[in-house]
């Protein structure tokens, strides 16, 4: 499962309608859990870019990596590679798998969406050998403040009292039936 934070989806959202044809970037992934990444925020660099493909400086990405580095952040949670198809359908093309394979991870999450705001994800893991999970399902984290949590932990604590069923025997066995 993959999760995106509200901001960096309204980047992703905002960078995709303000191209003029495919456009692409880079973003940081957090492994919460085995099975579930976050992405916290998305970045772009100087590229070239048509209808049809987007060509990232590699010298800008490598310049925003020593900045990483220097300012003392951890450059191996830029893990997400994301582009648009601009008015196409959202799919892998021969040149997306080419350019994740190109990448010197252990693993990375790979993002395609375009104008209809469409997306499809991807995780590809590079050793032992190249394995892709395809079918990634992919939703925006809804946060919610500290004080707005507390605050609905004292409502649901002050007006929600929970009433354990009572056990019915059906055929020698116990059945828990809600009480009307």
Known sequence: MVYILPK???KLDTYVMLAKGEISGMGIVRNIRRGVLLIE???IFEQECTMADTILNRRKIGEFVTDMIIAGKDPSVLRLWWHSHANMDVFWSVT???TISGFNNEWMLSLVTNFAG?????IDAFAPVQTTALETRFQVLLEAPELLLASLRREVAAKVV???PKPVKVNGKAVYVPES
Do not use: H
């Open 162 to 164: 929970f009433i354990e």
């Open 41 to 43: 925020d998305l970045y």
């Open 118 to 122: 469409d997306v499809l994800c991807r």
């Open 96 to 98: 997306d798998d080419g």
């Open 8 to 10: 960096a989806k309204v």
